[in-house]
C-alpha cells in the first residue's frame, strides 16, 4: 500500500497499510517509543483504505480492513484515521490471536503482580488503568490483556491508551502534552484522545505478571465493594473473552485456573479519585 | 517474486522456507490469512528452520486448527445423534470429512459450516430432525428461503441456538438449476465409512465434488485452498489405488463433471506441480484465466484484478441458472436492495 507502518505491542508484531499519509504519520508519532525489530515478519495486516479511488480525495472515508474484516463495518471520516486504525489493530488482535486467551480487560502490575480490570465500555476500566499507570504501577493495556494457557501469567498489550470523553480531562491535567494524541471529537465512540504509554511501561511489554486481582468496576453510583463468587466471575469473563471458544479445552483450562486463584470484586465509584483508593484498598487487603 | 507466488512454491515445495527473506513473511503470512490457508502452511513448514516468530506463529495455528477440527467433527457428531433416531443416514462432505477420514490435506485446514448430504427424498425429515434437535432459520426473508428450497442444492443454512454454528444440509452437490446434474443417488450410495465412522464419499466422488464445488459452482473464492484439497487428495488416491485416475475419469463422466474434474488436475498440476498421467496432462488455453484469479492477491492480502473476479462471479451465477431465471433473480434481488 501507499503508505505504511510497522507496530510491535506486546506479542503481536503489526503492519498497518493506508492510501492516505495522516494517519500513518499520527501512528508513527504514538508509537515512535515502541521497539522496531524491522527482521521481525508481521503477524497481523490491517489496512485502511478507500472504497472507491476517488475516495482518496472526496469525501475521504477510511474502511478498515486487514486479515480478518467485519462485514458492512462503517468507514470513518479520514479525521478519524487514528481510530480506524486502533479498530482494525484491535479486531485482528481478538479474531486471530491464539497463543494467549484474550480478556477484553484492562491490566497494570505492581511488583509482578496484575490487576486484571474487565468491565463494559463506559465502567472506567481504562481510566483507571491510565491513571493508575501514572503512578506506581507499570500499565499493560487498557484494552486487552492476554492470558498465558500454559502458566496461567498475564501478558501485556500496552497500545496507546484509548481515554474517552470524561476521562480525557481527568487525565490530560496529569500528564506531559507531548504524550498525547490529537483530538479527535465526535466518533461513533465519543470524544478520543490517545495517551502513549510511560517508556517504562513500553520497555516492560514483554514481561509476565502473576494475576493476584480482578475486578470489575462501575463508573457512577455510590461507592462500594462486592466480592464476587467463582461462578459469576466465569461467566462474566467467558463474555469478555474474544477468543475463549476458539481455544477449546486450553481456554477452559486457563479461565477455570485464573477466576480460582485470584479474588474477585465488583466496584462501584462515583469518581476516579474514589475508584483509585478502593483499588489501592483491596490490593493492600488481598496482597497482605 | 509476489507474496502469492512465493506462498504458492512454499506449499508445493518448490522453495526453501528457511531461504526467505523477513520482509517476504509478510506477504506471505498476509496472503495465506487471506486464502484461509495459514494453518495448512503451517503444518506444511512444520520441522523447516524458520524464523523464531513466524515459528511461534505457525505452533499456535497448528495449535488452534487441531482444536477447531475437534469442535467441527464434535458438531458433526451431534447431527448423528439428531438424524440416526429418525433412521436418516448422512454422508459428510468437504472440511469435515477430511477431518474425518485423517486426510492430508485435513491438516491445518480451517472448516466452516457442517456440509452434510442426504437423499433428497429425506432431505424434509432431516429438516424437521434438525430443528428439533436446536438449530433454527438464520434466513429471514421469505425470498431467499424460497429461492434456496426450490433452486438450490441444499436447505436454507440452518444454526444451531446453543453452539452457534451452522449446518448445510445438501441433497446434492451442484444447484438444481444448474446445467450439470450430478447423480446424487450415486453419490449417497457409493459413500465409503471414514475411520471415525462416517460415511464419506467415496475417492473418486470426493474428488468430483471438490472439483466441482471449486469449478463449476463457485467464482473461486478460496480457489486455492479447494485447489490445495484436490492436489493432495488426488495424490494420494493415486498413490494407494493404481488404477484412480481411470475411476475418477469414469465418475466424472457419470455426473458429467470431467471438464471440471480435468481442468482441476492441470490446475494442481500448474500450481502445486502434481504428476497427471498421460492422458490427463493436456493443455487448455483457457486455464490461463484460471491461474490468474487464483493467483490474483498483492502482497497485502488484497484481491488485484477486481474485473476478472467479477467475471468469474457472473459466470458462476451464468453456470447455476439459464438466462431467464437470472435475470428474473437479479431483478428481484436488485429491488430489495
Known amino acids: 500500500m501507499r503508505h505504511s507502518i510497522r507496530i510491535a505491542v506486546g506479542p503481536v508484531q503489526f503492519r498497518i497499510g493506508s492510501d492516505w499519509a495522516a494517519p500513518i504519520a499520527a501512528l508513527e508519532r504514538l508509537y515512535a517509543g515502541y521497539p522496531q525489530d524491522d527482521a521481525r515478519p508481521a503477524e497481523a495486516t490491517v489496512r485502511l483504505f478507500a472504497a472507491r479511488p476517488w475516495r482518496r480525495w472526496v469525501r475521504p472515508s477510511v474502511h478498515i480492513g486487514g486479515d480478518f474484516v467485519v462485514p458492512d463495518a462503517l468507514p470513518l471520516p479520514l479525521s478519524m484515521g487514528l481510530l480506524a486504525a486502533e479498530m482494525g489493530m484491535n479486531l485482528q488482535v481478538a479474531l486471530g490471536w491464539r497463543r494467549h486467551m484474550l480478556l477484553h480487560a484492562s491490566a497494570v ?34 484494552e486487552f490483556t492476554l492470558i498465558d494457557p500454559v502458566g496461567g501469567d498475564a501478558f501485556a498489550f500496552p497500545r496507546a491508551v484509548s481515554l474517552k470523553n470524561e476521562a480525557i480531562a481527568a487525565v490530560a491535567g496529569r500528564v506531559d502534552a507531548a504524550r498525547l494524541g490529537p483530538l479527535m471529537a465526535g466518533t461513533p465512540k465519543g470524544d478520543i484522545r490517545h495517551l502513549i504509554p510511560r517508556a517504562d511501561a513500553i520497555a516492560a511489554m514483554h514481561e509476565p505478571a502473576r494475576p493476584a486481582l480482578l475486578l470489575f468496576p462501575r463508573f457512577g453510583g455510590g461507592t462500594a465493594i462486592e466480592p464476587m463468587g467463582e461462578g459469576e466471575v466465569f461467566v462474566r469473563l467467558t463474555e469478555a473473552s474474544t477468543n475463549y471458544v476458539a481455544l477449546g479445552e486450553a481456554g477452559f483450562a486457563a479461565l477455570t485456573r485464573l477466576v480460582r486463584e485470584t479474588p474477585a470484586f465488583g466496584i462501584s465509584y462515583p469518581d476516579s479519585a474514589t475508584g483509585i483508593a478502593l483499588v489501592e484498598q483491596l490490593w493492600a487487603e488481598t496482597l497482605k | 517474486m509476489s507474496a502469492v507466488l512465493t506462498f504458492v512454491d512454499l506449499l508445493a515445495g ?25 494453518a495448512t502452511l503451517a503444518h ?34 451431534m447431527a448423528r445423534r439428531a438424524l440416526a433416531p429418525v433412521g436418516i443416514e448422512f454422508v459428510l462432505l468437504k472440511g469435515a470429512a477430511y477431518a474425518a477420514a485423517g486426510m492430508a490435506c485435513a491438516a491445518g485446514r480451517q472448516i466452516g459450516d457442517l456440509d452434510i448430504l442426504v437423499l433428497a427424498s429425506d432431505i424434509r425429515r432431516a429438516e424437521n430432525a434438525l430443528l428439533n434437535a436446536g438449530w433454527e432459520w438464520v434466513k429471514s426473508d421469505p425470498y431467499d428461503d424460497f429461492y434456496y428450497r426450490e433452486h438450490m442444492h441444499e436447505l436454507p443454512p440452518l444454526i444451531h441456538k446453543l453452539r452457534d454454528r451452522m449446518i448445510d444440509v445438501h441433497h446434492t452437490i451442484l444447484p438444481r438449476t444448474h ?54 487428495m488426488t495424490g494420494d488416491f493415486a498413490a494407494a489405488d493404481q488404477g484412480f485416475w481411470d475411476r475418477l475419469d469414469a465418475r466424472a463422466r457419470l455426473h458429467g463433471l470431467q471438464e471440471s474434474v480435468r481442468r482441476a ?20 488455453p483457457a486455464d ?35 438466462a431467464a431465471m437470472l435475470a428474473r433473480h437479479l431483478w428481484t434481488k436488485w429491488r430489495k436492495r
Open chain 2, 288 to 322: 490461463r484465466w484460471f491461474r490468474q484469479r487464483l493467483l490474483a492477491r498483492d502482497d497485502w492480502g488484497r484481491v488485484t484484478q477486481p474485473l476478472l473476479e467479477q467475471a468469474f462471479y457472473i459466470r458462476s451465477h451464468w453456470l447455476r441458472m439459464p
Open chain 2, 14 to 38: 518448490r522453495r526453501d522456507a528457511a531461504a526467505l527473506a523477513p520482509r517476504e513473511w509478510d506477504g506471505v503470512i498476509g496472503v495465506a490469512r487471506s486464502e484461509a490457508m495459514l
Open chain 1, 109 to 142: 502490575a505492581r511488583d509482578g503482580r496484575a490487576l486484571i480490570m474487565s468491565g463494559e465500555s463506559g465502567s472506567g476500566k481504562s481510566t483507571l488503568a491510565a491513571l493508575l499507570g501514572e503512578d506506581e504501577w507499570r500499565l499493560m493495556g487498557d
Open chain 2, 265 to 284: 488436475a492441470r490446475l494442481s498440476r500448474d500450481l502445486y506441480g502434481a504428476v497427471l498421467p498421460a492422458g490427463w496432462d493436456g493443455h487448455d
Open chain 2, 179 to 232: 446445467r450439470i446434474t450430478p447423480d446424487a443417488l450415486a453419490l449417497v450410495s457409493d459413500a465409503v465409512a471414514s475411520a471415525d465412522g462416517f460415511a464419506v464419499l467415496n475417492p473418486a466422488d470426493m474428488a468430483c465434488h471438490c472439483a466441482a464445488h471449486m469449478l463449476a459452482d463457485g467464482d473461486l473464492q478460496g480457489g486455492l485452498r479447494n485447489l490445495w484439497d484436490f492436489n493432495l
Open chain 2, 44 to 77: 506444511r513448514l512444520e520441522g523447516v528452520d524458520l524464523p523464531p516468530s513466524v515459528a511461534a506463529l505457525f505452533a499456535d495455528q497448528r495449535a488452534a486448527a487441531a482444536v477447531a477440527q475437534r469442535q467441527a467433527l464434535w458438531e458433526a457428531e
